[in-house]
Structures are given as C-alpha cells and as structure tokens.
C-alpha cells in the first residue's frame, strides 16, 4: 500500500496503462505542457512525449468524436473533458456514436475509449463550471460510467476502464483530487459494475456516488451517536448498476436513502430510487428518501451554493425521514 | 452578387499590427488620430480596468472573491478602442468569462460588478452569477460566458434579431484565441455573411489559451484570415494600440452598418496575469511578459503622448490616477459589506 493523492492516483494509472500498452494516447486541452488543470496527467508528456499526451485546441464535440473512431480504429485514447459542465458538447459523439455503433452494426465494432471528466460544486466556481451530470452519461446505452470516491477507486477504477472494450466514462469530483488514501501496490484493478460497502450498519442504508459518499460517511458517524447505524454503500458504478448489491443491503436494513449531487429532477437519484422501487418493494418498510442538488443553476454566492448542494446535515435529515 | 465582390475584396486582409512578424510593408501605420478629449478619455478608460482588476486581484488574495477570477490586465486597449467606435447602450457587447474590462468599458457600475465578484446582493446577479456571469440591458452587455465559444454563437444571434427588426445596432461578439477554434465558430461565420448580419467577431489574440501558446493549438494563427473562405474581411490589428484599435473598428462598424455582414478584427494583445488567479503562468517566460510591459504597455503609450504633446502634465494624469482609485476603492468598500443575498434568493429568477 502507498498513500497517494486522488489526483496521484489517476496519474499512476496513467502511467502504469500507458507503459503497458503502446496504444494507449492521452488528449485534452492542457494535459500536456501544463499536466491538467488538476495536474492529473502531471510529467507524462515528458515521460511518454507529444505523440502520446497530446494538448489539443478547444474543440470538444470533435475531440470527442474523435476519439470514437480512434477507437475503433485500434487505438485507446483517454480523453479528458476539463469540466463536466462541457460534456454537452460531447454528448452528439457519446449518444449517437460511441453508444449504439457497435448494437447498430450488429456487434462488428469495439469503441475502447475513455473519457474522463470531473465535476461537482462546493468552489464557487458558478453556474457553468459546477454541475453534475451523472444522469446525462448514465442515461446512454452502451455506455459505462464509473465516478470513483477514493483514491484506490480513482486508480482501480481507470485502469479497468482504459482495459475495457466498451466506451468508458471515469466521472471525477473536484474536490476529491487531494484527498489522500492508500491505494495497492498490485496494480489490481477494479471491476467496473461493482459496489463497494464503505460502512456496514443495520437500520438503514445510504446510497451514495462520488464525493456524496464521504458526506455520507461523515453523516453515519453523526447519527450513530443517535443510535442509527447507518450502512454506507459506495456505488462506485454508476452504469452498470450493482442492483445485487443494492438489494442485499436494503433486505438487511429495509431503509434506503439515495445521495447523487445531481439535480434532483430526472436525476440519478431518482433512477436509484426507482430501482429499489422496482426491485425491493417488498423489503422496504418506508418510502425511500431522495437526497440531491436543489433544482436551480448553481449560484456563485458561498451560501447559496452551500445551500442548494447536498450536505451532511440534508443526508441525516433524509436518513431521520427514512426511520421515522 | 455585387455585395459579394466587395466582400471578397476587402476579405483580403490587412495588418496595422506593430505585433506580427510579417505586417504588410505596404500598410501605411492605421491610427486613428486621437483628439486631446479622445486620448484623455481612453487614458481615463483604460486606467479603471486596469486599477479595478489589480483591486479584484487583492480582493481575490484575501479571500474575498472565491472560485474563478480572470483578469483583463494588459488588453485595455481593445474593449476601449471599440467602445469608443460604438453607440453606448446601443450597440451591444458578448464576451468570454475575462469580462471586467468590456462592463466597465461599456458603462456598467464598477460597485456592481465589484460587488458580483464578491457575491453580494448587490452585484449584477445578486451574487448568483460571479465573475463570468453578469449581464445588463442598459448598457446593452450580454455576458459573461463561461463556455469557451459559446458567445460567438450567442453574438450571432443577437446580430440575427437586429438585422430581423430593422435596427441599426451592432454587435461586438469578443472571444479569444483559444476559443477560435471551436466548431460553432465556423458555423456561425457561415451564417453571419450567408445572412448578413451585423456583427464584428473580435478575437483577442493575447498569445495564449490558458497554458497553450497559440502556435501549439492553431494551424493556421493569422486569425484575421479565418473567415477568408466565407468572404468576411478580416484584419490584424496592433491590440496594444488603442489608436490602431479605433482605426480599425471604425471601418468594422461602418461596414456592418451599411448592412454588408460581419467582420473580423483580430485584436493582437497580450494577458500580463496568468489565466486565472490560480495560474501561475510557467508556461511562459517572465522576460517575455517584461517586454510586452515595456515596450508596448496600452496605457503608458496614451500618457507618453498626453506629457509629449503637452496635453496633460505629470499632475493633470495623477489627478485622474487619484480620481480612478477612488471610484474603485468606492467599489471594493461596496463589495465588502453590501451584503451576501438572501437564501430567498434560491427560487428566484428561475422561469418567468
Ligand atoms: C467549452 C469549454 N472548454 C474549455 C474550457 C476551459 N477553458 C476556459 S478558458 C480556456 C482558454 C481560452 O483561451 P482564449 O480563448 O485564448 O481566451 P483567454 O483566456 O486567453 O482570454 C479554456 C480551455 C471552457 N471554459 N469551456
Ligand atoms: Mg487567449
């Protein structure tokens, strides 16, 4: 085990997938001379040179594009979208393109490409810079969207999506990239599909994403003072889906809160909650509860923005609401 | 048809700029001459940006302004050499998210925007917006955006409604160097002269799109040319230069005007600061920015003129100094205890 930064982690996995297979390239705007804007891909033009960690010129919907057919064309480009607030002008290429080609075209075809992206709110960087928008990758077919919360997640996580045959998306949070965690020296990866229990508990669980799962967590250890122990599961996956995993803890616990950063309307949240609607009924002994964003633009204003994002306070709310 | 000659010759582009490294020999220098009122006015002009952004730079040290701040330092020249060949409140302004400048240029109240940069009630946008996003109708400022190239679109469309009402307005679209390289750029260059519409496209070429220099991201980085193949005339024009600025923009407005369609300016300038306050700026050498500081700096070459034309003394520009600081200290104190909106807030302005 070392202990690595989020950010370390991700570059470590770089490296390590782009020593391994020559066909491994990395583009985006900034990545290169400047190592990203969150230093992610810091020192890898030097080590693997200009022709494989390329800066490119703000183009995103060809980028994007590009790297479908790259992909399909035998190479394995990692895209990196600087915020995710600029996916919607990737989505033509995620949804039209990179997602139904190989269904399409009768399974002839294989798009190994990864996008990676960050997002979320909590730096005051406003409306157009803050957003998270799970729901609008999760909700394309044929696609694979992962949002790890820790860095052995970051590392496991992207690795096993630079591997994948399909179209990977790797959602990151800005605030996560100096948190700090032990990640293994094994080089292991993580399947892509699978949750992860980050806390175990009896009375009720909490499904979180992202950076969501560590005001979870904080919110556990608040309520178990309380004499709620809440178990916290760490989807990790946001497409493929570990319903498996969801169903065993809501059998154990028939409580369930489902915590996305996300807008709340036509949100993850509320596939998650229609999921265990769907799949759970019958363990549930109370409706389950919603956390999210308030359904406005994220404001600039330090206290608004506190307001309308998810905090600690709104998931031990939801969590009371769910025993009560 | 005859319209489309003229455009194609004037789509032969020109260069007054001092910046290249090839101007035209033939370019006979393109000022415009400044009269005493102009050239103390720009001097004025340009001085409150530069003083407001070194302000927003302090206020963003001690935490007051939080999240993005980019700022205009360097480039005055531009927004104030345009604006001087507009209608104020008329014409309108849409820029990128490095927009103190165009606000204070076009009129808007330094304590309101101050004021957005630290989040208060009192800004712009209450607060919601910040930096990159403010807007008013008054003066006729469009934003403030926060997507790189999405007001070349945006402009586009505000060029669209005037031409469709019959009004007289033009409108000034202002993106970067980096931002001329998204697609919906050529889509909307496309339209512009298809349609005719009254917009002059000002790309300011400041030599860098956050760490990329411009020759690392652009294939071709004479970007008066980039509308050659719709037939929109282009120029190269010396940003450093409020005079060549004028100069220039004058002829765009003209031509738009007239109801021949767009117009490309390609403002040569230079950012002093790093793209944000987060950008430390490696990527370039500190003797590089010393010598645009030096030998080109926007405003020291309006008071160079004002002392050798005995236009103004040393005592008449530091009463317009002390008068600048004082309608920005005014904003800062503002900024600093208007206060923080209301949670109330939240739920409005969200549909109408
Ligand atoms: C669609 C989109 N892609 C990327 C970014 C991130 N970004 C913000 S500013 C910038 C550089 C823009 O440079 P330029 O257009 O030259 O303007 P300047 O900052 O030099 O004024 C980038 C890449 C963004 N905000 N929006
Ligand atoms: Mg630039």
Known sequence: MTSLRYAEALNRALREEMTRDPMVWLFGEDIATYGGVFKVTKDLLGEFGPGRVRDTPISEQTLTAMAVTAAMAGTRPVLEIMYADFLPLSIDALVNQAGVFDYIWGGQVSIPMVLRTQGGGGAGAGAQHSKSLDAFVAHIPGLKVVAPATPA?????????????????????????????????????IEIGRARTAREGRDVSIFATSRMV?????????????GIEAEVIDLRSLRPLDVGAIVASVAKTHHAVVVNEGWRFCGYGAELSATIMEQAFDDLDAPVERVGAMDVAIPYSEPLEKTVLPDVEAIMAAVRRARR | MAERATAQKRGRTRSSAATTSSPKKNSAPDLATL???????????????????????QLYGMGLIGGFCHLYIGQEAVVVGMQMCVKDGVDQVITGYRDHGHMLATGMDPKGVMAELTGRAGGYSKGKGGSMHMFSREKQFFGGHGIVGAQVSLGTGLAFANKYRGQDTVTLAYFGDGAANQGQVYESFNMAELWKLPVIYIIENNKYAMGTAVNRASAQTDFSKRGLSFAIPGEQVDGMDVRAVKAAGERAVKWCREGNGPYILEMQTYRYRGH???????????????????????????????????????????????????????????ATVDPEPDVAELWTDILK
């Open chain 1, 153 to 189: 997640d970051a590392y496991g996580l992207l690795k096993a999506a630079i591997r994948d045959p399909n179209p990977v998306i790797v959602l990151e949070h800005k605030l996560l990239y100096n948190l700090r965690g032990e990640v293994p020296e094994d080089g292991g990866l």
């Open chain 1, 214 to 226: 560590h005001l979870s967590l904080e919110a556990a250890e608040k309520l178990a003072a309380e």
């Open chain 2, 35 to 57: 009269s005493r009122d102009e050239e103390l006015k720009a001097y004025r002009d340009m001085l409150l940006i530069r003083r407001f952004e070194e302000k927003a730079g």
């Open chain 2, 276 to 334: 944000s306050m987060s950008d430390p700026a490696k990527y370039r050498s500190k003797d590089e920015v010393q010598k645009m500081r030096t030998d080109h700096d926007p405003i020291e070459q309006v008071r160079l003129r004002l002392i050798e034309n005995e236009w103004a003394g040393e005592d008449d520009l530091k009463a317009i100094d002390k008068d600048v600081r004082a309608i920005v200290a005014e904003s800062a104190d503002f």
